[in-house]
């Protein structure tokens, strides 16, 4: 009775928040399906940097993914050798699952870059599509409740690759349709940030997930000025520097996660 108690007074005291969660969902799905399928636009693959060196065509963009490749990795020593991340033991699963699949996007990326086109595309977005499930349930654990998130863990998973399988299978039968996949990847951004805005944490601070949000944004602009990038510095891509910066919110969460201390009732 007294478990029942605090969970109603947990959802009185962040009605706002559940609120917003529920109404995003509804006028984002609404609006994503509302729309006609999205093909991949092909223009997609003809980055500005396609310099080829040591036989390595679009080196840049290939090398700039190594950063995912270290922190993931950097990621799954503190969790399963050093235990350093606080908290993340009673939700190890979807801190693995976030470490790996960064570490993934180091591989997938740096294929597709070798050679872009649709089909190897889909092994770019399946790590990112797994780690950013991963995170939300991350977030949603922290934030929301442990129980809730292990139950979503699954499912939010599942979603990612099946946004990524029907991405993939509709390319191939000629009407390409994004629209899944990129109600996974903004959504979730979306509502991690109502969360971190509407629910309090365990924890003293929240600012690794601000970090990897705020590193998210610039990464999306640095991708869409790519070429003016590359024309502006006259060496480095704005694709080559989106790697970057990704990977180097990543890393400032995983800081996070070692540091953070649990907040005092």
Same mark, same amino acid.
């Given at each position: 009775?007294?478990?029942?108690?605090?969970?109603?007074?947990?959802?009185?005291?962040?009605r706002?928040?559940?609120?917003?969660?529920?109404?995003?969902?509804?006028?984002? !799905?609404? @609006?994503?399906?509302?729309? *006609?399928?999205? *093909?991949?636009?092909? /223009?997609?693959? @003809?980055?500005? %940097?396609q310099?080829?060196?040591l /036989?390595?065509?679009?080196?840049?963009?290939?090398?700039?993914?190594l950063?995912?490749?270290? !922190? &993931? $990795?950097?990621?799954?020593y503190?969790?399963?050798?050093r235990k350093?991340?606080?908290?993340?033991?009673?939700?190890?699963?979807?801190?693995?699952?976030?470490?790996? /699949?960064?570490?993934?996007?180091?591989?997938?990326?740096?294929?597709?870059h070798?050679?872009?086109?649709?089909q190897?595309? *889909?092994?770019?977005?399946?790590?990112?599509?797994? /780690?950013?499930?991963?995170l939300l349930?991350? !977030?949603?654990?922290?934030?929301i409740?442990?129980?809730?998130?292990?139950?979503?863990l699954l499912?939010?998973?599942? $979603?990612g690759?099946?946004?990524?399988?029907?991405?993939?299978?509709?390319?191939?039968?000629?009407?390409?349709?994004?629209?899944?996949?990129?109600?996974?990847?903004?959504?979730?951004?979306?509502?991690? @940030?109502?969360?971190?805005?509407?629910?309090?944490?365990?924890?003293?601070?929240?600012m690794?997930?601000?970090?990897?949000l705020?590193?998210?944004?610039?990464?999306?602009?640095?991708?869409?000025? %790519?070429?003016?990038?590359?024309?502006?510095?006259?060496f480095?891509?704005?694709?080559?520097?989106?790697?970057?910066?990704?990977?180097? &919110?990543?890393? $400032?969460?995983?800081?996070?996660y070692?540091?953070?201390?649990?907040?005092?009732?």
């Amino acid at each position: 009775m007294e478990q029942y108690s605090k969970k109603m007074n947990s959802f009185k005291n962040n009605r706002t928040g559940y609120t917003l969660i529920i109404l995003t969902l509804l006028i984002a !799905v609404i @609006a994503v399906f509302s729309l *006609a399928p999205i *093909a991949q636009d092909t /223009g997609y693959h @003809a980055f500005s %940097d396609q310099r080829t060196l040591l /036989g390595i065509s679009n080196i840049y963009n290939v090398l700039s993914n190594l950063p995912f490749l270290i !922190v &993931g $990795l950097y990621g799954l020593y503190c969790l399963i050798i050093r235990k350093n991340l606080n908290g993340a033991d009673e939700f190890k699963i979807a801190y693995l699952l976030l470490f790996t /699949g960064i570490a993934l996007v180091s591989v997938g990326s740096g294929y597709y870059h070798l050679t872009p086109n649709n089909q190897t595309l *889909a092994w770019d977005r399946l790590p990112i599509a797994i /780690g950013i499930m991963a995170l939300l349930s991350i !977030v949603i654990s922290e934030f929301i409740s442990l129980h809730i998130a292990r139950g979503l863990l699954l499912p939010l998973i599942t $979603l990612g690759i099946v946004s990524v399988c029907y991405w993939q299978l509709s390319e191939s039968s000629g009407a390409g349709d994004l629209r899944l996949y990129i109600l996974v990847q903004f959504l979730s951004a979306l509502l991690t @940030a109502i969360i971190l805005l509407n629910f309090k944490s365990k924890y003293t601070s929240a600012m690794g997930y601000w970090w990897v949000l705020i590193s998210y944004t610039l990464a999306k602009l640095l991708e869409h000025f %790519d070429e003016a990038i590359h024309i502006f510095t006259g060496f480095i891509s704005g694709h080559s520097l989106k790697h970057a910066v990704a990977a180097a &919110g990543l890393y $400032l969460l995983i800081t996070y996660y070692k540091n953070r201390q649990l907040r005092k009732e």
